[in-house]
Structure formats: C-alpha cells, structure tokens
C-alpha cells in the first residue's frame, strides 16, 4: 500500500465542517463485493482480504490518512422543503488518496453506524440496499454516467428492522469511491448560520483542490464566486443530462444529494426506465412527481439555484 496516496485535505478544514466520530463495531465481517479496478485507480489494489476487510469494515486508519473518521455536516432542501436536521446520520469521511488521475478522491461510508447526525436512525445499511448501491453505479459507469464508485460491501451480521421491506433483514456496511463529498448542502447549512466566512473557506477549498484546472482559488471572492457557481452549474448539467441519456431515473434530488463536483452518488430507491415515460418516478413516496424522469433536469437546475443563494454574500 502506498502511504504517498494519502492526502487528507478536509483536515485542512476546522470542525465547523465536520464531527469526529468511531465507527459502529459489528459481530461479523464477511466480505460480499471488493472492487479491485477502483482499488487500483488509489493504489489499493494489493490488500488481502484479511487486510480489507480490516480497514473497510473494521475501519482500521489508512496509513497517513485520516485517523479519526469525519462526519461532514450539512443541511439540505428535501422534496423542496429545508431541512436543518441533516448531515452524515449513517456515514463518515474515513481517507482520501490521489489517484492516478491526479485527482483527490473520498473513500466514504455507508451503515458505519450512528453519529451526532442520526436522530432516532439505527446507523445501518441494509445488505440489499448496499447491493442496489452495486447495481446502480455499476450500470451507470458502463453507460458513461460520471458516478461514484461501490468499493466494499462487508455484511456485518446484524439483523435490522425496517418499516418498509420484510423484517428482519440482513445488514452491511458499504464504502464508496467519490470525487469528493462536499454537497450542495454543506454551503447551505454554512448560509443557514449566517456564516459568509464559512461558506467563503468552503469555497476556496474546493476551488483548490477540485477545481484546479478551471479556477484560480486565491482570486477575489467577488470574481471566485460566480466562476465557481458556472463550474458546480456545467458539471451538475452534464450529469443530469446523462441521466435523461441513460434512461436513469436517481429518485432523490435533494440537494443534499448533490456533489459540487457534479458526480451522480447516493443511491436509494433508483429505477430504470422499462420504456420512455417522463412521468415514471422511482421513489414511492415521491407522491408529487417532483423527482420524475422528466423533471430531473428541472430539479437539477433548481438545486443550483438554491446553491447561488449561499454565494449572494459576495455580490
């Protein structure tokens, strides 16, 4: 394993952004999906399995990354209404590493367990859901959707109770590989406080490090900050229009589940289209149609919007 991967840049960050928390410690570990190709672009290809499993159910530190896992804060706008309760309630930051493309990507998690974040939540990941994680990401890479990667998913023995499928059922705790997890709704919660510094350090810390080729982060922030918003814009874009190409229906475009990068992640109650239907929904408590294939890119251009709405401080 090569420790120069490492490159834990939200430490750059004070713990406005984040919480400190430990991971959930589970009665068995039996690992059920290891994406070796996406272990390979962070030089992580060359762990075992007693090794993997150490560090991706286990959550043993990476060396020379992140020691204590992060559980990033933010708010959001569900099914249209705002929602200041929210942030990583099943889930943390666990390492970053640089991958071959130069790029810092997250490795974060899934059903890890419970954080200041969860309310009345258990933590937990059911071992189907993890499983429609694979599904969905790997469909879409295939299609060419810009999308998250599933890089683990470890069973944990545990049985939870879920109110909307047959219960019990069997849990699991998954690992993403994402281009960052720095959503939408982190600049909000950071408006919401009334916080312009805050939403200003956010900004330039992603304009640095995910945004390098395309802005210059120590430029004035009046100048910075619409640069940075046609960029979150273009990308965001890009992706809903691939949605709509792949026939993808996300299901929840809150716009906590909004990546600033613009990469697709978060995947819950997805669905593809049997045949072309703007109307077909795929989650079924979205009553209204708001998240409908049709509407996505107007749901898309709608998250943005309430992204410009952090950067009014700055003209």
């Not at 406005?16 to 999906?33: I, N």
């Not at 954080?115 to 859901?129: V, W, Y």
């Not at 900050?225 to 229009?241: E, N, S």
């Amino acid at each position: 394993m090569n420790e120069g991967r490492a490159a834990p840049i939200h430490l750059h960050l004070d713990d406005r952004f984040y919480r400190r928390v430990e991971a959930a410690e589970f009665p068995k570990h039996t690992l059920r999906w290891r994406n070796d190709r996406a272990a390979a672009s962070v030089g992580l290809d060359g762990l075992d399995d007693s090794a993997w499993v150490d560090h991706f159910g286990k959550f043993t530190p990476l060396a020379g990354n992140i020691e204590t896992p992060l559980a990033l804060c933010y708010h959001g706008h569900q099914f249209g209404h705002y929602n200041p309760d929210l942030g990583d309630g099943r889930g943390f930051l666990f390492a970053q590493l640089r991958a071959d493309d130069g790029r810092i990507l997250d490795l974060g998690t899934k059903g890890s367990g419970q954080t200041p974040f969860s309310r009345t939540a258990d933590g937990r990941l059911t071992l189907k859901g993890a499983v429609r994680e694979i599904l969905a990401t790997e469909l879409l890479e295939a299609l060419g959707v810009n999308t998250s990667k599933t890089f683990s998913v470890i069973e944990t023995g545990e049985a939870l109770d879920r109110h909307d499928e047959p219960s019990p059922t069997r849990a699991a705790v998954l690992v993403r590989l994402s281009h960052g997890h720095i959503r939408i709704g982190s600049f909000q919660r950071l408006r919401y406080l009334d916080d312009a510094e805050g939403v200003e350090t956010l900004l330039r810390h992603a304009a640095r490090h995910h945004f390098a080729d395309d802005l210059d982060a120590e430029a004035a922030i009046a100048d910075l900050a619409p640069r940075f918003l046609a960029q979150v814009a273009a990308r965001i874009a890009d992706t809903a229009g691939s949605w709509l190409a792949a026939g993808f229906v996300h299901g929840v475009l809150n716009t906590d589940n909004f990546n600033i990068t613009g990469e697709s992640f978060d995947y819950g109650p997805w669905r593809f289209l049997a045949n072309f239907d703007p109307q077909f929904v795929a989650a079924y408590f979205d009553h209204a149609g708001r998240y409908a294939y049709g509407r996505q890119a107007e749901a898309s251009l709608w998250a943005v919007c309430r992204f410009a709405d952090c950067l009014t401080p700055f003209g």
